[in-house]
Structure formats: C-alpha cells, structure tokens
C-alpha cells in the first residue's frame, strides 16, 4: 500500500530548534564551577553511595594484587585483566538491555549480585580456601557484574543534572573513581599489613549496601518504555542491529571512540605495573602503594577543578592533547627516574591528565546522544575502553615479564605521544548538537494502517530542485542519508531522473512498519530535523512522499501483506 499525500516528512518550516551540524564548530562550553553537580541531591546521594562502593573495591584490589605479586608481574596484571575483560562479550547486551527495560531495577540487581559475589570472595578467602585462579575467576564473575552494570549507570547520568552541567558531572564520577583509588588503596594497604588479605574483602561485599540503599528510594522520572501505537517493543537483536547502525552512521561517536582506542590501551599501563614499580623500582611496601596512589586522586581532583577553565581555553582538542602529552610525560618519568618524590609529583600530573581526558571524552559522548540509542552507544565506548584497559593491561604486563618495566612505561608513554600527534588529523568533533526528541516529521497520513511487523517499507520521496542548487542538495542530502540510517533505514538511496534534469527520487527502507512508527516518534531528534530541512530550502516545492509496504502472494493466488 502506499500514501502521495506528501505526509510523511513533507514539512517544510523552519526548525523548532537551532542546532549544529556534525562538524567543528563553536565548543560545548561548561556552566558553572566543577562542584556544580553536587548541588543536585540525587546526584550527590548516588555520587557519595558509589564513592563507598569504589573505595571498597580499589580495597579488593590492592588485596588482590599485593595476594599475588609474589607470582610476577604477569599475574599481577591479569587482576586488571579479569576485571576488564568481561566488558568485550556482555558490554553490547547491556547497552541494549538497559535500553529495554527499567534501568533503575537493573542497577539494583546487578549491584546486589556484585554483593553475593564479594561476599563468597571474602568467605573463602577467610576459611584459606582462595587459590591465585579462584581469586581471578570471582575477580572475573564482578567484572561481569561490572559490564552489566556500566551502560545502564552511565546512561542515567543525563537524567540526573542539567545538560550544561554534564562535563562537570563527567569529572566527578572520574574524581570518585580516582579519590576512591587514592584512599582505597591506602586503606587496603594497612588492613593487608594489620589484619591481612581477607579483610579487604570483607569491606568491599559490605560497601555495596550504600548505593543499593540509594537506588531503592530513588524514583526516576524518565521517559516511558511503553511503545506507542503502531510500534512494538525492540527485541534484543533488533536492538543491538539498531544500535551498531546508530553508531557507524555517528560521526561525532565514532571519533570519540577512535580518540578511546588511542589513549586507553597505552594508559592502562600505569595501572596495571604500578605496583612492580612500587615494589621492585621504589622498595615500597602496601602501605606505600597505597600513598603513591593517593598521589593520583589528589591530581584528579585538580584536574577536575581545572576542567572547565581548560575546557573553555583550549576546547576538547587541546584538552585531549594536553592529557595526552602529560600522561606521557608521567610514565617516562616513572620509567627512568627511580625517586619516590619524582614519582609521587608524575603520579599527581597523570591523575589530572586522567581526568582531563577521560571527562573531555565521556561528556562529549553524553552529550551528542539521543536517549532512545544512549545506552547502547555508552556500551561501545565501554567496550573501547574497559577492553583497551584489559588488553592493555595484558600486553604491558607481558611485555614487562619478558624485558623490564622500565621498557613497558617507556613504550607506552612513546604511543601516547604518537596518539597526541595523531590529533592534527583525527580531531574531535567539537560542536553543539540537538539530541532532543523533535516531533517536526509529521504523521504519514494513511488509507489502511499496517501491522507493526508488516514490512520492509519502502518510502521514497520525490524533490524538485533548482537547477542551480542541485551541487548543494546533493551535498545536504548526505547528512539526510546519515539521519535516515541511523534511525532505522537499512537501505538508502539517491536518485536522479534521467528524464529531468531538477527531479531527484529518495528511497530508502525499513525493517519494518514498527520501526518506521520509531522513526517518527522516538529517533527522529532535532539534529536530525536540522539536516532535511537545510535540504529542503533548496527545492522549488513540497516533495510528493509514498509509503510502500512489501506484499506476497499467498497458496490462493492474491495477494497479501507480509
């Protein structure tokens, strides 16, 4: 069946909302100080919960690592491994879970299966029942509680404070995780030293309780997963198909995880040999670790105090580029300086590199997403680097088994400064988007409306174009494919009518009528509204619109819609 009624996308008014294109433009300045954030109280409440939380499981680690640093390098960096590594295979079903359903009611069963693994950990480790690989296969189990648990809390994150306020938010959940890395470990260094392993254990299975209790009161007020006519609710390889489509056709996504890919892996070297070099290069004990760790939080909490005048100063390139080069300069120094206070000041630098870069990442991220795909575009970049920390990890620990460690920091503060090089040609795109839902694509107006899993539908829409404008319509239409693709088409294309020179035919389709009924109202944003109509401006009229769904001829000879 099919409509030329010019419904469907035939609007031609100017946009309701002023947006950007997916290219540099002016840069996403922060508001207000870098405590901001704090000031909302569900913010605050969740930041200080999954403070305890971390402090508890950087307690674990250090009890972990300082377990087996006995058994060498490799293994002590296999403690990274097995907490990292479950993100490559459960980060994508994640992402699409914590799309589906209640985000709030998965934290809180993740959480509370992350407590029952903790607790087992602990109890075993205090009946002298935990083994090296017994303690790395529930290192491994928390891990998966971890990858579950990740794109469901950071796609949360922008329900939570103002959208000006997300960068600043960014640093503060980097800040939690880095000061809880500095009292962490100092803590788990002196219950290793006074009371021994299993009590780190023991307190980070009681440190889940906070958020857990947290999340319990807490009510969201977020968008409904309930579909709306015409639609179904996504099955999960649907789901994930539309996420992969989301980001291939993301430009903005897709560098942003490039840029991951480029600084996490040769980064996660600092933490995976830290404590070799504290140990053999610094002759520290645990309590030791533990304080030159503590460097590191009081450099987070400078780099997050410095983010939003850096921020507005040199943008988000500048700020990858400064992280970069002082995150190199910090394991170069580890590599060949062999002082304790020349480590303490390197460890102090690379924490605020840490932070600058990973907030200039991660609240680029949040805030060109939509809410419709954000948990599971979180999930790729989880994937980049929760993987790029685990593969890292592994490879630096290798190589420091079978040279030295003082070759693997070198190595890796060399290919941070390549990736920094690397900026003048894959930049950040820097700009303002509208990741808001737009309701500017008007309803198809329709004769007999189709079942939700009727389909393909195949949408063509016919364009007039000035001929002198043809070079720039067929320009504009490119940003069009990239919306049309990321919201659901699977196929797309550009024609031009060999009998008129100013006549053009769009079409493209869709895997169904359910999903293009999700075009309408849950995918179509007003970046996307921008795009067509900056196209459409360029035409002499409205164009015609058809819908078509797919039929086949059923055992009796008449035809039938699939």
Known sequence: ????????????????????????????????????????????????????????????????????????????????????????????????????????????????????????????SFAGLLGSW????????????????????????????????????????????????????????????????????????????????????????????????????????????????????????????????????SAAALWALLPVTAQKSLGLGAAGYGLLLGAVGLGAVGGATALPLVSRRIGGNGALALAGTVFAGALLDLAWVPSVPAAWIALMLAGAAWIIGLSTLNAGLQLALPTWVRARAVAFYLLVFQGGMALGSLVWGQVAQHTSVTLAMALAGALLLVGVVSLRWLRLLDGRVDPTLSEAWPEPRLLVEPAPQDGPVLVTAVYRVRPERVPDFAQAMRRVENSRRRTGAVTWGLYRDAASEDRFVEAFTVSSWSEHCAQHHGRYTGMDHTFETRARELLEEDPVVTHAVMVEPDTAGVTRMR
């Open 134 to 265: 017994s303690l790395l296969g529930l290192t491994f189990l928390l891990g998966c509680g971890g990858a579950l648990n990740g794109p469901a809390w950071q796609a949360v994150q922008p329900s939570l404070v103002p959208r000006d306020q997300l960068r600043q938010a960014s640093a503060l959940g980097a800040v939690n995780q880095n000061l809880a890395r500095a009292i962490g470990p100092a803590l788990g260094g002196a219950l290793v030293a006074f009371l021994g392993v299993s009590w780190t254990f023991a307190v980070n299975a009681v440190s889940f309780l906070g958020i857990l209790i947290v999340l319990a009161l807490w009510r969201p007020s977020g968008e409904s997963r309930t579909p709306r006519p015409g639609q179904e609710r996504e099955h999960m390889l649907a789901a994930l198909r539309a996420g992969g489509r989301y980001v291939r056709r993301a430009p903005r996504v897709r560098r942003i995880l490039l840029r991951s890919a480029l600084f996490v892996p």
């Open 1 to 124: 069946m099919s409509d030329t009624d010019g419904g469907d996308g035939a609007n031609t008014a100017a946009p309701t909302k002023a947006t950007a294109p997916e290219e540099p433009t002016e840069p996403t300045q922060p508001s207000g100080s870098a405590w901001s954030p704090l000031r909302v109280r569900i913010f605050r409440e969740l930041w200080l919960a999954q403070f305890a939380s971390n402090v508890g499981s950087w307690m674990q680690t250090v009890g972990a690592q300082w377990l087996l640093v006995s058994h060498g390098a490799g293994q002590v960096a296999l403690v990274q491994v097995a907490a990292g590594l479950p993100v490559l295979f459960l980060a994508l079903p994640a992402g699409v879970l914590a799309d589906l359903v209640d985000r709030r009611r998965l934290l809180l069963i993740m959480q509370g299966a992350m407590a029952l693994v903790a607790t087992v950990l602990a109890g075993l």
